[in-house]
């Protein structure tokens, strides 16, 4: 057996706290979980520290920056700037927990993994499926958007408007939502044919929008620095609904964060984990949150927060209104859309598809499911995953369930930050490639404001969320309890030697 990335000290005894072996609370080691990555056929490590930023940048910037702003501005003001950056605060605290997990266990499964290593199986499987639930829901809501996004581009540039029938879900008064399935099977194509060419690709999106963004803030900037009026917006008054606006504000955008978690999904195909999965996870927060509260900036200069207020196409509308421009802006914008929510459908499909093959390694869910093709490439949850999210988009409108997704990453970030504090005490000498400063204070503040914003989600959001968990908790006691590999002993690899 391969051993583990990046050694352990004192695994003998040297201040190490022994992990039960079994129960429902068993712990597997933080070391055989990476040295598990060595098993014949594992997955192939070729991506590095610009990939692993753009995965992030490409499931961060989507549709939150391009909608946002319409349905935050309404509560903040102009003050939405201060949002985006209380938004940024609340998410670091979480961002700097997944780097120090991340750099030392460089494992698939993110917070699934994580939580193995040290809360036990039982709430591993509890975020696990929870994580599956999440992304998956994620995936199919944001597919949807896209389709309304091609369907505003296409009607803009040629004329053509897709009939409802096959244009949107049967609650939404269509029957087939065409655009959505054709996005999700795509994609999931892209991730069968390896993981060189999904990152190649994500990061090529990656660039493209970020061009788009930076159009806009020189368009934007010109308006306001050069055109007679320098814009119909202004920053007086300032915060229109007080502090609380500004609070209230924040709670929705910090969902315009979410998505660097991603980047921990990818740990065990990374070249470098130590070093390039803390850089890419607290970096392309950093980027995002710099290019949030520019665009933000510029937005509330070219035009007032009363016009924004609930608007669609926030970006568009502030250049139209303060700026100027044709609908050739627009039209630009909403191109830009499209391939930000390309990009995350992308980052997130490929996420989810990486928690469960770490699930079904551990003989939680059947081994078999997991086994990789020639490419190194679990083929057969990629493929299945896909048609199922690709059905959900295509028939069910998304509206209320996709507030699932909110109380899931929460949940994630809460049991995360939990975990540094815990490996902290059972495995203070194991060697970090990243080491969370001030703990437990830093973990303990982003439990804190986690909880916080779930307290604000609604009752029947919690409902959904319980009954999912039952469901998980029934199938982990029929199969996975029994089993599971670690409880069993056994490490046979998922692929035959060669393959």
Not at 157 to 180: E, M, Q, R, Y
Not at 265 to 288: C, F, M, N, Y
Request: proline share 5%.
């Amino acid at each position: 057996m391969p051993a583990a990335a990046g050694g352990r000290r004192g695994s003998g005894n040297g201040g190490t706290t022994a992990a039960p072996r079994s129960g429902p609370f068993a712990r597997k080691p933080a070391h055989q979980l990476v040295a598990e990555t060595g098993d014949d056929g594992g997955l192939r490590k070729a991506v590095g520290a610009v990939s692993l930023t753009a995965m992030g940048l490409g499931a961060i910037i989507g549709t939150g920056i391009f909608v946002i702003i319409g349905e935050a501005i309404g509560l903040s003001g102009p003050a939405i700037v201060l949002s985006f950056a209380l938004a940024a605060i609340t998410c670091v605290f979480s961002a700097l927990s997944y780097s120090e997990l991340a750099s030392t266990i460089p494992v698939s499964g993110s917070a699934y993994t994580y939580s193995y290593a040290t809360l036990g199986e039982l709430v591993a499987w509890i975020i696990g499926w929870d994580l599956i639930l999440e992304y998956g829901v994620s995936v199919a809501a944001i597919a949807v958007g896209w389709g309304g996004y091609l369907q505003s581009l296409l009607d803009s540039l040629i004329g053509v408007h897709l009939p409802d029938a096959i244009s949107k879900a049967p609650g939404d008064g269509g029957t087939f939502n065409l655009p959505a399935v054709v996005l999700v099977l795509a994609i999931a194509a892209l991730l069968c044919v390896g993981v060189r060419e999904s990152t190649r690709t994500n990061t090529a999106m990656v660039a493209f929008k970020l061009v788009v963004l930076i159009l806009f803030v020189i368009l934007g900037g010109y308006a306001l620095l050069f055109h007679e009026g320098g814009g119909a917006g202004g920053f007086s008054p300032f915060a229109t609904h007080g502090f609380s606006g500004v609070v209230d504000a924040a709670a929705l955008i910090f969902f315009a964060y979410i998505g660097f978690d991603a980047v921990s999904t990818s740990g065990e195909e990374a070249e470098k984990p130590q070093r390039d999965l803390p850089v890419a996870i607290i970096g392309s927060l950093v980027i995002a949150t710099f290019l949030y509260v520019v665009v933000a900036l510029v937005t509330v200069g070219l035009a007032p927060a009363s016009e924004l207020g609930g608007s669609t196409a926030p970006l568009a509308d502030a250049l139209e209104i303060g700026g100027g421009y044709g609908s050739w802006a627009a039209d630009v914008l909403s191109l830009g859309a499209l391939v930000a929510i390309t990009s995350v459908v992308l980052t997130i499909l490929y996420g989810q598809t990486r928690i469960m093959f770490a699930m079904t390694r551990d003989g939680l869910l059947p081994r078999g499911y997991g086994k990789l093709s020639a490419r190194r490439t679990p083929v057969r949850i990629t493929v299945s995953f896909g048609v199922a999210i690709a059905l959900l988009a295509a028939f069910i409108p998304l509206t209320e369930i996709a507030k699932l997704v909110n109380i899931g990453t929460l949940f994630a970030f809460v049991l995360v930050n939990i975990g540094v504090i815990v490996l902290r005490r059972t495995e203070p000498d194991m060697e970090r490639g990243f080491r969370v400063p001030f703990v437990p204070w830093f973990p303990l503040a982003g439990i804190a404001l986690c909880i916080y914003l779930m307290t604000r989600l609604e009752g029947i959001t919690w409902l959904r969320f319980g009954v999912w968990l039952v469901l998980g908790l029934a199938i982990y006691g029929l199969y996975g309890r029994t089993h599971s590999r670690l409880q069993r002993g056994d490490r046979e690899p998922l692929v035959e030697p060669g393959r």
